[in-house]
């Protein structure tokens, strides 16, 4: 048996000693082969299938370690469901076409997704469209893309801690089903949406808004749905139209009042993002502790299934629907950010701001999930800019992070975080690590404007679009 309580950076005879003892079980044969890689990617979600595609496609030895059975983070295991940030936003939607305004590995996913029939045409979301997802061809497709690269991949597992030797992450603690092991790395990129590898190493995070935090929420799917019938009465936007928010204002036991409703591109088939996640005596969560984010499994069970109920006995169109699934955990929007070189401030997102240094665009809105009604707050016929800045983090030199997890302030970070633009702080992050290996430079030495350069020439917008 393992103690625990002896997990802390620097252990590493006692590292060792669990991973030789796996060995000699005879079970870690593969995992000998894993003691040392150029680039560690932490967390399979958007930003990670990115990092770890991009990474091995450049040529460096890459593992990607991710908790779960499956890739695709909250976009799957959260069955977040749609592809947000792709398009433009206009004044009226209804009287428009969508532009895609974000390529590179944002528009790789989305056509593997669409080859794949796994993807529906844009949908209108307010004043912006999204495309939603079927959640069996993501993992299908991202499985192709990480196999065809190249990345070794570690399901199942854990990391718990890091190795530190003068201030340089030199490795990662992994807890697995036979125990403990290490891997070494020269270059570790953190992906895992909580700034795990930033926070084990004692780096400075931080948490939204002094420690206010937006709400997670438990997405569900409801099969043989009238679609026409429900689509008649509740309109093209996929965001609830005022009477139904009336509706949903007398129902006491519903917290969430504004809430949105996604067509599959399953027959019958609607994906349901309608509750708002607090503990059982209404009080925010913090699912990094881990009391709140088993209060917030149990409290999800519950509202889900409300959210049904309402659905059935007041939507046309569901009165013969039944409950598929909910998503395989609660969706969690926002936890620890990082202190980066760079941070992306609110007036930046509200202002526009364009900046040479640009790893990404974002037309997506403030979307802030907090209080009963998510808050939008839009940018018309514009979009900023994300500083390839915000994805390094003060200190540490030989680790970078990409995803929801970067230096954003609390507003900012509510209309940075949606996955088109995830996919490509993935890719920057990728590329920077190819320029910090190749030029032996710490990640705070490399120039963003090359970075932004080396986006656009591997297809940041239409006029670079080269795989
Ligand atoms: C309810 C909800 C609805 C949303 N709706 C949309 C939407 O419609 N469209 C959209 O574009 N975005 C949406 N989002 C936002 C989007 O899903 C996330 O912002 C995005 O998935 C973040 O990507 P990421 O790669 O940074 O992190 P994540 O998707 O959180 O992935 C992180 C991965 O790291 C793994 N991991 C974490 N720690 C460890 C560890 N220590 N060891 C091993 N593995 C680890 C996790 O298992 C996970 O797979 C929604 C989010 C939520 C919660």
């Known amino acids: 048996m393992v103690d625990e309580t002896l997990i802390v950076p620097g252990q590493e005879v006692y590292f060792m000693a669990a991973f030789t003892i796996s060995l000699e079980n005879g079970s870690y044969d593969k995992l000998d082969n894993f003691d040392s890689f150029d680039v560690i990617v932490l967390g399979g979600g958007p930003a990670g299938i990115a990092a770890s ?27 977040s469901g749609t592809i947000c940030g792709l398009y433009n936003s206009v004044e009226d939607p209804e009287a428009a076409q969508p532009q895609q305004i974000i390529f590179g590995f944002a528009e790789r996913m989305r056509r593997a997704l669409d080859i794949e029939n796994g993807l529906t045409p844009p949908q209108i979301y307010g004043k912006t469209w999204v495309a939603t997802h079927d959640c069996a061809t993501y993992k299908k497709v991202a499985t192709d893309l990480l196999r065809t690269a190249g990345v070794n991949i570690l399901y199942h597992t854990e990391m718990v801690d890091v190795v530190m030797e003068d201030k340089t992450i030199c490795g990662l603690i992994l807890h697995t089903r036979s125990g403990f092991c290490k891997v070494r790395g020269k270059r570790f990129i953190d992906c895992s949406g909580d700034a795990d590898i930033i926070f084990r190493s004692g780096l400075t995070t931080t948490k939204g808004n002094n420690g206010v935090i937006q709400n997670p929420s438990m997405m569900f799917k409801v099969g043989n749905v009238d679609v026409g019938r429900y689509l008649a009465y509740w309109g093209s936007d996929t965001i609830s139209p005022p009477k139904v928010v009336d509706k949903l204002e007398k129902r006491k036991e519903l917290i969430r009042k504004k809430v949105w409703l996604f067509p599959t591109v399953n027959p019958g088939e609607v994906l349901v993002n ?43 169109g569901f ?65 900023y800019d994300v500083p390839f800045g915000s994805l ?13 997890c970067l230096s954003a302030e609390h507003e900012a970070l509510a209309s940075c975080r949606v996955t088109a633009q995830c996919f490509e702080y993935g890719r920057a992050a990728a590329l920077a690590t190819d320029v910090s290996l190749s030029a032996n430079l710490n990640y705070q030495k490399i120039d963003g ?19």
């Open 274 to 316: 309608g509750t708002k996640i607090t503990g059982f005596d209404g009080r925010a969560l913090d699912v990094t502790n881990p009391v709140d984010h088993s209060e917030a499994e149990q409290f999800s069970i519950y509202q889900a299934k409300e959210f049904f109920k309402f659905l059935k006995e007041e939507i046309p």
């Open 449 to 467: 404007n090359q970075i932004a350069d080396l986006m656009h020439d591997e297809g940041y917008s239409e006029g670079g679009l080269i795989f």
């Open 319 to 383: 009165t013969n629907a039944y409950f598929i699934d909910y998503a395989p955990e609660v969706g969690v929007r926002q936890t620890r950010t990082i202190s980066g070189v760079d941070t992306l401030i609110n007036n930046d997102v509200v202002t526009a701001k364009k900046r040479k240094d640009s790893i990404a665009r974002s037309s997506w809105p403030i979307e802030l999930h907090y209080g009963s009604k998510p808050k939008t707050e839009w940018l018309i016929d514009d979009y």
């Open 53 to 79: 595609t991009t990474a091995a496609e450049k040529g460096h030895r890459t593992l990607l370690i991710e908790r779960l059975g499956f890739c695709g983070g909250a976009a799957v295991s959260g069955m």
């Open 392 to 404: 390094v983090p003060s200190e540490g030199h030989n680790i970078i992070v990409a995803g929801r």
